[in-house]
Nanobody, 125 residues
Framework: QVQLVESGGGSVEVGGSLRLSCTAS???????VGWFRQAPEKTREGVAA???????NYADSVKGRFTISWDKAESTLYLQMDSLKPEDTAMYYC????????????????????WGQGTRVTVSS
């Protein structure tokens, strides 16, 4: 059982930055981990994901603005979010799953087995 705990959410103005953190139990290090978000009345969507070889995958809507990174020594996943927009407002979730070999970490929520409780991000104009 992988345990995930997010932190770092908050309120920020348009154009600002936030860094989300997700502390994972050590057994997440051999799989894929990712960030997802869900805005009110919208379906959950993948934001960014990374596999154990640190190959990354980003949603088009965040490419060039968000950066995912994984500190395996600390078992902590990060999401650096820059140039934030109002449409980035959502609950952000950390997720983990098993991955085979060097497969690219996917952005479908159905592909992830373990989930954190989420941290809220609000971007105001």
């Amino acid at each position: 059982q992988v345990q995930l705990v997010e932190s770092g959410g908050g309120s920020v103005e348009v154009g600002g930055s936030l860094r989300l953190s997700c502390t994972a139990s050590a057994d997440a290090n051999s799989g894929c981990v990712g960030w997802f978000r869900q805005a009110p009345e919208k379906t959950r969507e993948g934001v960014a994901a990374i596999n154990r070889f640190r190959n990354t995958n980003y949603a088009d809507s965040v490419k060039g603005r968000f950066t995912i990174s994984w500190d395996k020594a600390e078992s902590t996943l990060y999401l650096q979010m820059d140039s934030l927009k109002p449409e980035d407002t959502a609950m952000y979730y950390c997720a983990a799953t098993e991955c085979i070999g060097a497969m690219i970490a996917g952005l479908r929520s159905s592909g992830y087995k373990y989930w954190g409780q989420g941290t809220r991000v609000t971007v105001s104009s």
